[in-house]
C-alpha cells in the first residue's frame, strides 16, 4: 500500500507562484510513474502533469505547459509540482497519483493510476 499526501496549496493571486508536494509513504515511489491531476468545482477532473520513474520524462497539459514543472525526489519518496504565472482557472483540488509503471512512457488517463492522495486546495484569485 501507498499512503500519497498532498500539501502547499492555498490562496493566491494571479500571476503569483505555489509549489506543491506529495509525500508518499508505505513504499518507495522511485519504480512508478507520477502525475498530477486537477478538479476544480462542477468540473470533471483533468490531467495536468506526468513524470516518469526514473525522471527523464515529462508532459504537462497545454493548459499549464510552460509554467508549470513537475518534478521528483526518489531518495526522499516525494514528487512536486512548481506552478507559476497561476491564472484564475487553475483553481481547482489538487491530487497525485501513482502508476506502477517503471518504464519510459507516462499516462494522462486518470483510470490507468494506481494510488490516489487526497488533494489540495489551490485558489487563484483575481
Known amino acids: 500500500q501507498v499512503q500519497l499526501v498532498e500539501s502547499g496549496g492555498g490562496l493566491v493571486q494571479a500571476g503569483g507562484s505555489l509549489r506543491l508536494t506529495c509525500a508518499a509513504s508505505?513504499?518507495?515511489?522511485?519504480?512508478?510513474?507520477m502525475d498530477w491531476f486537477r478538479q476544480a468545482p462542477g468540473k470533471e477532473r483533468e490531467f495536468v502533469a506526468a513524470i516518469t520513474a526514473s525522471g527523464s520524462n515529462t508532459g504537462y497539459a497545454d493548459s499549464v505547459k510552460g509554467r508549470f514543472t513537475i518534478s521528483r525526489d526518489n531518495a526522499k519518496n516525494t514528487v512536486a509540482l512548481q506552478m507559476h504565472s497561476l491564472k484564475p482557472e487553475d483553481t481547482a483540488v489538487y491530487s497525485c497519483?501513482?502508476?506502477?509503471?517503471?518504464?519510459?512512457?507516462?499516462?494522462?488517463?486518470?483510470?490507468?493510476?494506481?494510488?490516489w492522495g487526497k488533494g489540495t486546495l489551490v485558489t487563484v484569485s483575481s
Open positions: 508505505g513504499r518507495t515511489i522511485s519504480d512508478s510513474g
Open positions: 497519483a501513482l502508476i506502477r509503471y517503471g518504464g519510459s512512457a507516462y499516462y494522462t488517463d486518470p483510470k490507468f493510476m494506481h494510488y
